[in-house]
């Protein structure tokens, strides 16, 4: 894999943006298909990974894993591994995390519209 030049034009441009536009950062922390899955499972709470597993099945163990640790690296969850025998390890939204949950109300709002109110495919096609 190349190295990316740090003083390229399009980073240059993609560090400019992601400073000037609050919804490209927004998307920038929680953008993908499965973080705003994982935050939306933790606006109910504490949850342990293989809660979060369980609740989401369709996501593989890396994967899951891997978008934990950039949540927990953006500061939108805590990681807390418990001291026990078997040890466990339980995930929680942070204050910037639970910030988020109107906006993801807003995106399920968004959403059931959106079902309510989409064409079926075969009028589409008629037309």
């Known amino acids: 894999m190349t190295k990316v030049k740090a003083n390229s034009t399009n980073q240059l441009n993609k560090s400019e943006t992601l400073n000037v536009c609050p919804v490209t950062y927004t998307l920038g922390k929680i953008g993908g298909r499965w973080k705003p899955?994982?935050?939306?499972?933790?606006?109910?709470?504490?949850?342990?990974?293989?809660?979060?597993?369980?609740?989401?099945?369709?996501?593989?163990?890396?994967?899951?894993?891997?978008?934990?640790?950039?949540?927990?690296?953006d500061k939108?969850?805590?990681r807390k591994a418990?001291?026990?025998?078997?040890p466990f390890v339980e995930y929680r939204l942070t204050a910037s995390g639970k910030a988020l949950?109107?906006?993801?109300?807003a995106m399920v709002n968004w959403a059931d519209y959106e079902r309510k109110h989409q064409e079926t495919p075969e009028l589409t096609d008629a037309l």
């Open 82 to 86: 418990l001291p026990v025998v078997p």
């Open 101 to 105: 949950e109107s906006v993801l109300k």
């Open 76 to 78: 939108l969850i805590e």
């Open 37 to 73: 899955i994982i935050i939306y499972n933790l606006l109910g709470g504490t949850r342990r990974y293989s809660e979060l597993k369980r609740l989401i099945p369709a996501i593989t163990e890396k994967m899951l894993i891997q978008q934990l640790k950039q949540l927990e690296a």
